[in-house]
């Protein structure tokens, strides 16, 4: 009887003390195929994730069987050919760098402006957050070189696949220094001790091709003609002429939209998520996930997912970080927001993740403002009162959870990995300084999330306040076809501020997928 071809993937559980190296899993292969393990072409692991469901733990790969090993990164950017104006990119973030990296790939001449400073002397003004609350409205956890995404946790993880390609993506991270692991792992993650070498040798390499990066360039402008964006004018009094101008500026760059809003160009509010970051003693977390098997070594620190309604308002975890730090992401001084990331070992003692409640344009107006900027306000207003409750310098206030769901503040708090430290209070007023019942639906929702991970409402677990910028409140329309601002030729909005991504990758493809249409090639 002829032979079945053999498949070209195959699905392998693993469990947690089974060996990984390639002849064990050729011989676990065989076994599954019935074919002597020396007739198998090379196992290559394309797919890896674990599997904590039904009470056990498991590896789950997908391994492919003779797959040609392929160069990383699709196509290199190229030197410009021919003159003319550049394309200016506004924002090195995620959506500014790879939208810069593929104008480049199409031989168009590109300049990055951004406001902050390059990742090295970034360092320096994330230092002076953490150690004397100092805030540089240019140089912070949001601005600077590689924007919100270089000292951000780095997970990779992304919805958004019909936007563009998310291997691509993550090749050129790979390609330009992210552990090889990204292109394999179901979760992937780098950690934020490792992307400011990404960040560096992305641009590094768009140099090499005559891309031009300024820092310290903060755009504060827009020229134009009628119905035509002509170039930016830069805080400098300088003017920049621009065949196109490419805004990618973040969501927490606030006086962006008032410029815009200035000049005429449309702009819509959106739903967003104002909240908290909880965070627990990761031990407890990996309890809660991994029960008996909570303290195997082969197993990385666990994380969560948690979503809930309440009186019609979604409550969520967002940007879960095992082993991770709360850090402070304030943009201004007199504001308190807090953030999360992890190193790419995840090794801290401590689990921290956004527990936020959406926001929709009701609400705003609910809350006394107006507009489409409303939402802004909105967000601002609470995390002035987080400042205000501070004992200083950054220090964020904090509530034992046990004691937010007794509905008290807490006057002792457990440790944290917040480096400027917290303040005990009672976070509840801070949360609904505007008039909205955020408290109200946390305390729902938390009753809710500990019926799924029994031990979430902990007494050991900490509110901490506040967590404001998960989202921008903002979206610029564009035109589906050209991506352009409608009614402002040459002026493409795109990444997470002008509401078309949520995170590192999906801004990312959002960049590149405006630098096609830039091209020419349609979006
Ligand atoms: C602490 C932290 C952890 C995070 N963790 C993750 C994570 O694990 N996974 C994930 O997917 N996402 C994460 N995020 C979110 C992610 O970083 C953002 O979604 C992403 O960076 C958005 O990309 P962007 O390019 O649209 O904007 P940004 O990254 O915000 O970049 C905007 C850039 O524009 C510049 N800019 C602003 N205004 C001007 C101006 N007027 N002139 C010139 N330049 C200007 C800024 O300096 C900045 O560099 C995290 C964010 C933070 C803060």
Known sequence: ????????????????????????????????????????????????????????????????????????????PREPSGTGLPVVVVGDGPAGLFCAYELARHAIP???????KPVQPRRHDLKGLHQRGQVDPDSNYCFGEGGAGTYSDGKLYTRAHKRGSVRD????????????????????HIGSNRLPKVV????????GVGVRFEFGARVVGLLQQPGRITGVRLADGRELAARAVVLATGHSARDVFGFLAQAGVPL???????????????????????????????????????????????????????????????????????????LSRRDSPYANSGLVVGIEAEDVEQAGFSGVLGGIE?????????????????????TRVTDFLAGKGSSTLPESSYIPGLTPTDIAPILDSAGLKLAA????????????????QSEEAVLIGVESRTSSPVRVPRDPQTLEAPGFAGLYPTGEGAGYAGGIVSAALDGQRVARAIAGLGS
């Not at 305390?443 to 979430?456: E, N, P, S, V």
Request: overall charge neutral.
């Open 1 to 76: 009887m002829p032979r079945q071809p053999l498949p070209e993937e195959i699905e392998i559980e693993l469990g947690l003390d089974e060996a990984t190296d390639p002849e064990a899993l050729r011989q676990k292969i065989g076994k599954k195929l019935g074919v002597a393990p020396s007739k198998l072409p090379e196992p290559s692991v394309l797919r890896r994730s674990i599997d904590a469901r039904r009470g056990s733990v498991h590896f789950h790969l997908i391994v492919g069987l003779g797959v040609p090993q392929e160069s990383l990164g699709g196509a290199p």
């Open 110 to 116: 590109v300049v990055v402006l951004d406001r902050g």
């Open 169 to 188: 993506v993550i090749e050129l991270l790979a390609l330009h220094g992210a552990p090889e692991t990204i292109l394999v792992d179901a979760r992937p």
């Open 200 to 207: 560096t040798a992305l641009r590094e390499k768009l140099e």
């Open 268 to 342: 819509e509010a959106k739903a967003f998520a104002l909240g908290v970051r909880i965070e627990h003693p990761q031990p407890l977390i990996n309890r809660i996930q991994y029960g008996r098997f909570a303290d195997h070594p082969k197993l990385p620190n666990a994380s969560y997912r948690v979503a809930e309604t309440v009186e019609g308002r979604g409550v969520f975890s967002f940007c879960m970080c095992p082993g991770g730090f709360v850090v402070p992401a304030s943009t201004e001084p007199g504001e308190l927001v807090v953030n999360g990331m992890s």
């Open 378 to 398: 909105l967000q601002r207003r609470i995390e002035q009162a987080a400042f205000a409750a501070s004992s200083g310098a950054l220090s964020a206030p904090a």
């Open 441 to 456: 639906r946390l305390r729902q929702a938390l009753g809710a999330f500990d019926k799924k991970l029994r031990g979430y």
